[in-house]
């Protein structure tokens, strides 16, 4: 039951920023006022009250919600909400605040805010009542009252059905807030910290009109436009429209005034009004990390804020910049169907423990067989965690918020490694059990499951690789807060040169066993007169050997050559593995051991030499961003080597019901169900029908194979030309791994082109993977047309102190086998020496 203080909140009080007491308009009205920022005051009733107020109302609304009309069902809840009264101690308590606030002489805005309102992935924009220019006790409980019945709007309750959402669980807190006194010549509006109509980040849109602010957040009227380019702070688009009338407040309440025919067209900002409101933008952007949508209003020369909330669209913007480095390769759709939406939710679940919006559109999608980012959302959240930390002293200050609001940074590689036993038993369950007595319907639903657990492994996965990129961010920040560039980029790649990985282990492994080749002379033999694929089926000759190789499938057979399922994994294919095995054979021996402890000395003596000279306060926080780096450049490389267990299954589920549709005449290869869409396969299944399956898998599979054989365009709906060789013959990339070499390249297209790669050659290529590494064994440089310092090419390369040079666009057309480089892997830069 109610109490005498806790129903009512003002905005200043420390726990109305509160979600479930203070609802999202008002828990953002909260923080925006502890932040400092120009809120009008008010009060919230909260959400609690409204559950006592509803409490026994919910047998009568349970039985109402049993109408399959939802507009009947509507109604009825409404008109039961309105005739029922408020509690007496609930007026009462209102009736004090207000008195306490001095505001009973105030005309005053009652908001709903709903607790699923602004939520991530939720907006509810405009689903509930916002009640205007309401005086006295009377009115306020009354209008409290509209905005509890406004949570049962027909088209709120259709919005909560389609986001599944409880229309029970929902609860309603109510904002009182004081009116900004506003005449006809002050002007309100929205503007939103980026431009979300043409996706441009660096543009804040104003929208505005003389009057009340409704006039533009109805959206009904012609409204003035602004864009103000950032952070120039210059006003670069003016669009005025014409306003025949606006809103105002009087004593009688809102009302429409007519415009004069010579004010209609009227800027209703000057110029000088549109920055003090971009500047209100973005001060909104900074306090809550990011893009906001705002609601502000002039009185006389001051400048209030309203309302703000996250920016929840921003226009798709196609391109391969976030996807060619995870996804090289055309792809065949089932393997994207049955991936996708996991991924999806991963990203989300994500967000959430980032403390970020959730995205509601699609990152990553499936674009002409090739998977491109969308990169308006890739550049919407990069950087938004930490950020604004300008010198050691502000980072001082900022240590205790940042030590709360990051905790889970810690947490995370402790509960995913819990997490990950339960997914390998999942994983061994799945591969133990006998499809062959399966019907067709449950070998499907077998993939559903193999699906369905990689699914619930995944779902922090993204977290790992945005806050491994964001550690490396915040530590490359501190390094040049304290010391020159030049000096900041050597300390931070001697730092991170080292991190133990599991492809480090699987690498050593490699190693151990090319060395066992070389101390046996008839192996070494068979490795260099036979053929790999030949040389898998006689490994018998050498039964110490192949127990050592058969053990190390065991363990890491997994392992993928493509993302693409549809490409079989090492277990599969052994007589890849023993290629690379050739390769290492063929180098002499050396002490990786040692090499790799010189390099963790290396950057242990460089760690306490910078620690040192870091003042005592921030010395343990400065220690612990870089071990967070380390540990999270293992966990990224992990969680990607535990991944790819779902191909085993995967695969064989597939192939179980590929065989059967061959047997059947349905499909000319087992392997050709990877060209079905999921949907196709899904009604197929459910109808027991498989025969208008093959002419869209054929259809599929062609368009898959034209789509091979060339190299997707960089940004989708641009022909995007022959690139050329810049001025100087110099390609910028970036910066990998440090050194430089010089020597002649050699481009790899794929697994199948490994034994052609010659000793000491540099290697040119779209994008490297685990499976990859055995080359960099054998090269003295990388370059790779895509990924960047945390990419599986830069951590290797940076393992085995090779320079690197990463995301050179265009290197796999410009260079060609046999011309002469110069890899310069600190500055980020290919050098033509000659052809």
């Known amino acids: 039951m109610l109490t005498d203080s806790d129903p009512i909140l003002t905005f200043n009080d420390p726990h109305a920023n509160e979600l479930a007491l203070s609802g999202g308009k008002g828990a953002n009205l909260a923080r925006l006022t502890a932040g400092g920022l120009p809120v009008p005051p008010g009060l919230i009733v909260t959400a609690q009250a409204y559950r006592d107020f509803l409490a026994p109302l919910r047998p009568r609304i349970r039985a109402l919600l049993q109408n399959d009309d939802v507009t009947a069902a509507s109604w009825e809840v409404q008109q039961l909400i309105r005739q029922s009264l408020l509690p007496d101690s609930l007026a009462a308590a209102v009736a004090r605040r207000l008195e306490a606030l001095d505001a009973l002489a105030w005309n005053v805005a009652v908001r709903s805010s709903a607790t699923f309102e602004d939520l991530p992935g939720a907006a509810f924009a405009g689903q509930h009542d916002t009640l205007l220019n309401v005086r006295g006790t009377e009115a306020i409980l009354d209008a409290i009252r509209e905005c509890y019945a406004s949570l049962w709007h027909e088209h709120a309750m259709r919005y909560r059905a389609r986001l599944h959402l409880p229309h029970l669980d929902a609860a309603m807190a109510v904002v009182i807030q004081q009116m900004v006194e506003m005449t006809e010549n002050d002007a309100a509006g929205v503007a939103f910290s980026i431009d979300p109509v043409r996706g441009d980040l660096g543009r804040v849109l104003i929208n505005a009109c003389f009057g009340l602010g409704e006039s533009v957040v109805g959206g009904e009227r012609e409204v003035d436009e602004y864009r103000v380019a950032m952070p120039q702070l210059d006003v670069v688009e003016r669009n005025i429209g014409r306003k025949s009338a606006i809103l105002l407040k009087d004593s009688r ?150 030590a709360q609001r990051y905790a889970w940074v810690q947490e995370l590689p402790v509960r995913w490694m819990r997490d990950l036993d339960t997914y390998l038993l999942e994983i061994g369950a799945l591969m133990r059990e006998a499809l062959g007595g399966y019907t067709m319907a449950q070998c499907w639903d077998y993939l559903l499951r193999v699906r369905d657990a990689g699914t619930r492994y995944f779902l922090p996965n993204i977290a790992i690789s945005l806050t491994q990129r964001t550690l490396y961010a915040v530590l490359y920040q ?135 000279g870091v003042p005592e306060d921030l010395r343990y926080f400065v220690e612990e961003v870089i071990r967070l780096a380390r540990v999270y450049t293992y966990l990224d490389d992990l969680e990607h080597y535990q991944t790819t267990r779902l191909t085993l299954p995967f695969r064989r589920g597939v192939r179980e019901i590929g065989e059967r549709l061959v047997k059947s005449g349905v499909l000319a290869a087992a392997d050709d169900l990877y060209f079905s869409s999921f949907a196709d396969l899904d009604a197929a299944v459910a109808q027991n029908r498989f025969d208008g399956l093959s002419a869209q898998i054929s259809a599929n599979k062609a368009a898959w194979q034209v789509a091979k054989q060339r190299s997707p365009a960089w940004n989708l709906g641009e022909d995007d030309a022959v690139p050329e060789m810049p001025p100087g013959d110099v390609m910028q990339g970036m910066a990998g791994s440090p050194g430089t070499v010089e020597g002649e390249v050699f481009l790899v297209h794929g697994p199948e082109e490994f034994a052609a790669f010659p000793k000491g050659a540099i290697l040119v290529a779209r994008t490297t993977n685990p499976a990859w590494t055995s080359l960099f064994y054998r090269a003295s440089g990388v370059i790779t047309e895509s990924g960047g310092p945390l990419s599986h090419g830069a951590v290797t390369a940076r393992e085995l102190q090779l320079p690197a040079v990463m995301s050179v666009r265009g290197v796999m057309d410009l260079l060609t086998n046999g011309m002469r480089v110069k890899v310069d892997g600190k500055a980020g830069t290919v050098s033509i020496l000659s052809r």
């Open 478 to 612: 501190i390094l040049q807060m304290s010391m020159p560039p030049a000096e900041a980029k050597s300390v931070f790649d001697l730092l991170l040169s080292v991190s133990d990985t599991k492809t480090g282990q699987v690498n050593a492994e490699l190693w151990a066993l090319s060395r066992q080749i070389r101390q046996e002379p008839a192996l070494l033999r068979g490795f260099e007169q036979t053929p790999s694929l030949t040389l898998a089926g006689r490994l018998a000759d050498y039964p110490a050997f192949q127990a050592d190789f058969d053990r190390f499938l065991q363990r890491h057979g997994h392992r993928e050559l493509d993302f693409d399922a549809y490409y079989p994994t090492w277990l599969e294919v052994p007589h890849v593995v023993l290629d690379q095995l050739k390769m290492l054979a063929e180098l002499p021996d050396e002490d990786l051991a040692a090499k790799a402890l010189d390099g963790k000395l290396s950057a242990s003596a460089a760690q306490h030499a910078y620690l040192s």
């Open 253 to 402: 309440g809102v009302r429409d005034v007519p415009l004069p025919e010579s004010r209609q067209l009227q800027s209703s900002l000057s110029d000088e009004q549109c920055l003090a409101v971009a500047r209100i933008a973005h001060q909104a952007q900074a306090f809550f990390g990011f893009p906001q949508d705002i609601e502000w209003a002039f009185s006389g020369p001051s400048l209030y804020l309203l309302q703000s909330r996250p920016v929840t669209f921003i226009p798709e913007r196609w391109t391969r910049d976030e996807s060619a480095e995870r996804f090289p390769n055309a792809v065949t759709p089932l393997t994207w169907d049955l991936v996708e939406e996991g991924f999806h939710k991963s990203l989300n679940y994500s967000f959430s423990l980032m403390d970020l919006p959730h995205f509601g559109g699609k990152w990553f999608a499936v674009k002409e067989c090739y998977v491109y980012g969308n990169q308006n959302a890739v550049e919407l959240y990069a950087g938004r965690m930490p950020g604004g930390i300008s010198s050691l002293e502000h980072l001082r200050e900022a240590l205790p918020q940042l």
